[in-house]
């Protein structure tokens, strides 16, 4: 049963093997390139549904795109206007986004990072996207506040990510609790963005090879609150 993590390692033949300490700590890169290496696009080419559902919240400007990986919805951002910097910690990952926006004649940026490290910088990005990134409980509270300090005052975050009620349903990400994200714990961590959408919900995620069916996941449309503006 296809995950992004671990244990799906020990059921998918077709996964290389790792441990759980070296998937999602500074080791990610390796664990990452050895997945992207693979022929095809692990998540496919088509962009996430729920972005391309809420992207007009969006304001027009600079995108950064958290753990972005082989770059469908960088080449989806771009297509559509934005300027898209991508970060992940795969550089395999990242070289297959840039071919992919090639293919689609956009152009996006692309930097090897580690999130757990990364300092985003203040009130730089008019966006900023998370789908699926999922990091230990330490590393995510402290790009969670990263994220909330990079936004621009009505900049916008899209976040999706997978739920601890995903464990029951092993059709993708992480199989492992501290890795997933609760919506009381989001709303906590963003605290400085309003909230346009804050949900959990069940949808099915039909995605490449590794995102499969019934999923539980939470949503984010979080506006960064500008102190200038009227209310
Ligand atoms: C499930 S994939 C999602 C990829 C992409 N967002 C998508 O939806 O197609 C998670 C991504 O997070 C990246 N990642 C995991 N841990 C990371 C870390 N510590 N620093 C940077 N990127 C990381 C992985 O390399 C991978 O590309």
């Given amino acids: 049963?296809?995950?992004?993590?671990?244990?799906?390692?020990?059921?998918?033949?077709?996964?290389?093997?790792?441990?759980?300490?070296?998937?999602?700590?500074?080791?990610?890169?390796?664990?990452?390139?050895?997945?992207y290496a693979k022929a095809g696009y692990a998540y496919g080419t088509a962009p996430n549904a729920f972005l391309t559902s809420v992207a007009h919240h969006l304001p027009p400007g600079r995108v950064l795109s958290l753990g972005e990986g082989e770059g469908r919805n960088a080449t989806y951002l771009a297509a559509e206007g934005w300027s898209v910097h991508c970060v992940d910690a795969s550089a395999v990952g990242l070289d297959k986004a840039l071919r992919?926006?090639?293919?689609?004649?956009?152009?996006?940026?692309?930097?090897?990072?580690?999130?757990?490290?990364?300092?985003?910088?203040?009130?730089?990005?008019?966006?900023?996207?998370?789908i699926f990134c999922h990091l230990p409980p330490a590393a995510r509270r402290r790009l969670h506040q990263q994220v909330v300090r990079g936004l621009r005052p009505g900049g916008v975050l899209i976040l999706e990510a997978y739920t601890p009620q995903q464990l029951?349903?092993?059709?993708?990400?992480?199989?492992?609790?501290?890795?997933?994200?609760?919506?009381?714990?989001?709303?906590?961590?963003?605290?400085?963005?309003?909230?346009?959408?804050?949900?959990?919900?069940?949808?099915?995620?039909?995605?490449?090879?590794?995102?499969?069916?019934?999923?539980?996941?939470?949503?984010?449309?979080?506006?960064?609150?500008?102190?200038?503006?009227?209310?």
């Fill in 168 to 231: 029951a349903y092993g059709t993708g990400g992480p199989p492992v609790a501290d890795l997933l994200v609760t919506l009381d714990e989001l709303r906590s961590a963003l605290d400085g963005l309003d909230f346009v959408i804050a949900h959990e919900l069940e949808r099915d995620v039909l995605e490449g090879r590794l995102h499969v069916g019934r999923s539980a996941v939470v949503q984010i449309v979080g506006k960064k609150r500008d102190p200038a503006a009227r209310s």
């Fill in 1 to 35: 049963m296809p995950t992004d993590g671990v244990r799906g390692e020990e059921r998918n033949p077709d996964r290389p093997a790792v441990d759980r300490a070296a998937t999602f700590s500074s080791d990610a890169g390796r664990v990452w390139d050895a997945r």
């Fill in 100 to 130: 992919l926006a090639t293919e689609a004649h956009v152009t996006i940026t692309t930097e090897v990072v580690d999130l757990a490290v990364y300092d985003i910088g203040p009130a730089t990005w008019d966006g900023i996207v998370s």
